[in-house]
């Protein structure tokens, strides 16, 4: 495993990271519980170090799970552990809302501390803006409950660059998750959401000039760059399975989306990489990028993830991973 290590934080990070949002037993394709914590422990065994995870993933679920393997035989110690908050809800299943009041983030810390086991987080980040609370009120709030020794590091998830800059002359920003993959660069919806921010043209500069981790979220566009869940134009995914409501992933935007799979994997049969590899590994190619969270609920997939963090491409590979996007996307 490769390790890439970032002036914001002590710890290096391992290039490949776990993303425990599919972990619960909610709206996702394949899997279950009890692989998905074999999952977890194959990659500990792997040497990732960098796990990422959120209250709102399965409704306080994933944190559970995920609590419940690193709480076993010393496990919390080997790993980084990153959660968020500002994401609330009244009721499981239900609507969330955005909030990063004080009030709601002195709550949020101590229920994910339950449900993960632990008396401390290493990364705790904002999920996204809450732009009816002032950034002060959140600072005062993070402060605290650095003081107290419940959080080390505060990361920031889909903010402005703009809002980033103001936060961090106040509170030091260790890291910033954000849409990053072959398709997303700059994109400006995430699952139909509005994003503030454009990844490579605004973020990724900015990380680097000031030395803070770059983590990005759905590095795979949400399976479709491993070749697992989307064949041609039609899907083997559950009728539940959350992806179908991303507008990004189905009709005209899927077909466009698939032709440049389509060449992608013809590349991989010429190069000797599979898809995921290929996926990552432009990724992985960008001295910005720290960790890349990549969810698995199987163990065999957990595994060949974590491989990944052993592989570098070659430019010229690099290069022609460009050239069909260049060739073949607008």
């Not at 776990?18 to 899997?31: E, I, K, L, M």
């Not at 698939?258 to 996926?279: F, M, N, P, R």
Request: overall charge negative; hydrophobic content about 35%; charged content about 25%.
């Amino acid at each position: 495993m490769n390790y890439r290590k970032v002036d914001a934080i002590k710890e290096e990070l391992s290039i490949i990271g776990f993303g425990c949002w599919s972990v619960a037993s909610y709206n996702w394709t394949d899997g279950n519980i009890e692989d998905a914590k074999k999952a977890i422990d194959v990659s500990i065994d792997s040497g990732v170090n960098f796990f990422d995870v959120a209250p709102v993933y399965g409704y306080g679920d994933s944190e559970k799970i995920l609590g419940d393997v690193i709480s076993a035989d010393g496990k919390r110690e080997k790993i980084f552990l990153a959660t968020k908050c500002g994401l609330r809800w009244d009721v499981k299943d239900g609507p969330t809302k955005n909030d990063l009041s004080k009030a709601s983030i002195l709550f949020e810390i101590d229920e994910s501390l339950k449900r993960l086991k632990t008396d401390h987080v290493d990364l705790y980040q904002l999920h996204w803006p809450d732009h009816k609370t002032p950034l002060e009120e959140t600072i005062d709030a993070l402060k605290e409950i650095i003081k107290a020794g419940k959080i080390r590091y505060v990361g920031l998830s889909n903010y402005s660059l703009a809002d980033m800059k103001n936060f961090n002359e106040s509170l030091p920003v260790a890291s910033y998750q954000g849409l990053y993959n072959l398709f997303d660069r700059n994109s400006e919806f995430y699952c139909g959401i509005p994003l503030e921010y454009q990844t490579e043209a605004e973020i990724l500069p900015y990380c680097v000039q000031n030395g803070i981790a770059f983590i990005p979220y759905s590095p795979l566009n949400q399976g479709l760059l491993s070749g697992r869940y989307y064949q041609q134009r039609d899907t083997n995914l559950n009728a539940a399975d959350m992806r179908l409501t991303n507008p990004e992933l189905v009709g005209e935007n899927l077909n466009k989306k698939l032709i440049v799979v389509e060449k992608l994997k013809e590349l991989a049969q010429d190069t000797g990489y599979t898809l995921t590899q290929l996926s990552l590994g432009w990724l992985m190619a960008n001295q910005a990028v720290t960790s890349i969270i990549v969810g698995s609920r199987k163990p065999s997939y957990a595994l060949e993830n974590a491989q990944m963090g052993n592989i570098k491409l070659e430019s010229a590979v690099v290069d022609s991973i460009n050239k069909v996007f260049l060739d073949n996307y607008d």
